[in-house]
C-alpha cells in the first residue's frame, strides 16, 4: 500500500494502470476517521475492483462557518493501519492546498437536488462535496465510485453529477451500517458523550416507527414525519433540526406515498453534535429496485 499525496502522482499511476494493465480501479471518498460504515464501502470495492483507492481527505469547502472542520476527528495513522488489513492499494491522502492551490476558483453546483435537505441546513455544503468528488473522479479515473446511503441527498448528487458531466464511473451506493443500538455509524459519533450516544439511538427508533407504521399501510408523509418528530421529543437530549418526507430521487415533498419510494431523513442536534439519518421506504412492488447506477 502506498500513500500518495500529490494529484499528480495519483494521476500518473492509474494512467499505468489504465494503458498497461486491464485493470479497473475503485475509488471510496472519506474524510478519515474510519469506522465500519466505511470499512463496509472499501470491502465491497476490494471485492469488485482490482485496483483500490482510498481518499482520506477533510473537505474545507463543504464545512461552512462555524461548523466543525477545525476540530473534526482526524487520525491518519489510525486509517493507515486499518486500511493495510484490508488491502487497500493506495490511500490518496493529500493537503488542503494540493487539493485547492493559490487561485483555486472552479466550482461545481448540481442545482436542485442540492439545495433541500441539508443543503438547505448548511448552505454551499454541497457545491463543496460536488467540486471535490469531481476532482477526485478526474485524478482517479475510477470504473467505480463507492458512497453510502447514510448520505442518502450526497449520493443523488453525486449520481446526478456523474450522469450529467459524462464521467466515465460506476456510482455505487450501499447500506447505512448500525451500531447494535441502531445508530448510524459516524465519525461525529465521536463528539458524543456517554448520555448523549444513548439518547442518539432515538433516531433511529424514531425513523423505525415511520417504517413500521408504512408497512401497515400509513401513506401519509405528514403523519408519518409527525411520529417521527413525536419520537424523538421523548428524548430531551435531542434537537430535531428537520424532519423531511419527499420523493427518494427527485426530493421533492410529497403528501401521499403511495406509489413513491420515499426518503425520510432527519438531522439531530445532540449538544452541540449534529447527526443525520434516513429510510427509505419503497412500495412492495419496486423493491427489487438496483442501487447500483451508471
Ligand atoms: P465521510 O467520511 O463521513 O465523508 O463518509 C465517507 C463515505 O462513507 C460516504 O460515502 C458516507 O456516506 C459513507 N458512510 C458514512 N457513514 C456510513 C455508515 N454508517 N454506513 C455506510 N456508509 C457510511
Redesign the pocket.
Known amino acids: 500500500m502506498e500513500i500518495i499525496t500529490r494529484r499528480q502522482r495519483l494521476h500518473s499511476i492509474v494512467r499505468k494502470i489504465r494503458r498497461e494493465e486491464d485493470k479497473t480501479i475503485g475509488i471510496?471518498?472519506?474524510?478519515?476517521?474510519l469506522?465500519e460504515?466505511?470499512l463496509?464501502?472499501v470491502r465491497e470495492a476490494r471485492r469488485m475492483c482490482d485496483v483500490v483507492v482510498v481518499s482520506i481527505f477533510v473537505n474545507p469547502a463543504q464545512f461552512g462557518p462555524g461548523e466543525d472542520f477545525d476540530h473534526y476527528p482526524r487520525n491518519l495513522t489510525g486509517d493507515t493501519a486499518l486500511l493495510t488489513d484490508y488491502n487497500v492499494d493506495y490511500i490518496f491522502a493529500p493537503s488542503v492546498e494540493e487539493i485547492y492551490p493559490k487561485g483555486f476558483s472552479t466550482f461545481v453546483t448540481v442545482e436542485n437536488l442540492s439545495e433541500q435537505l441539508e443543503g438547505a441546513a448548511r448552505p454551499g455544503h454541497f457545491r463543496g462535496v460536488a467540486t471535490v468528488v469531481t476532482i477526485l473522479l478526474n485524478v482517479a479515473r475510477p470504473d467505480f465510485a463507492?458512497?453510502?446511503?447514510?448520505?442518502a441527498q450526497?449520493?443523488l448528487v453525486i449520481k446526478r453529477l456523474v450522469r450529467d458531466l459524462g464521467f466515465d464511473t460506476e456510482i455505487v451506493i450501499?447500506?447505512?451500517?448500525?451500531e447494535e443500538s441502531g445508530l448510524?455509524?459516524?465519525?461525529r459519533n465521536a463528539y458524543l458523550d456517554d448520555e448523549e450516544q444513548r439518547a442518539a439511538t432515538v433516531i433511529h427508533r424514531a425513523l423505525a416507527l415511520a417504517e413500521a407504521a408504512y408497512a401497515h399501510g400509513e401513506r401519509s408523509a405528514k403523519r408519518l414525519a409527525e411520529l417521527v418528530r413525536t419520537e424523538i421529543l421523548t428524548e430531551p437530549r435531542a434537537r430535531l433540526d428537520y424532519i423531511s418526507v419527499t420523493d427518494a430521487d427527485t426530493l421533492e415533498k410529497i403528501d401521499k406515498l403511495d406509489d413513491h419510494t420515499a426518503l425520510v431523513a432527519v438531522a439531530v442536534y445532540l449538544g452541540r453534535t449534529r447527526l443525520i439519518d434516513n429510510v427509505v421506504l419503497q412500495p412492495a412492488k419496486q423493491k427489487a429496485r438496483v442501487t447500483v447506477e451508471t
Open positions: 471510496v471518498p472519506t474524510m478519515g476517521a469506522h460504515g466505511h463496509s464501502l463507492f458512497f453510502g446511503q447514510k448520505d450526497q449520493a450501499l447500506p447505512t451500517m448500525r448510524a455509524l459516524s465519525s
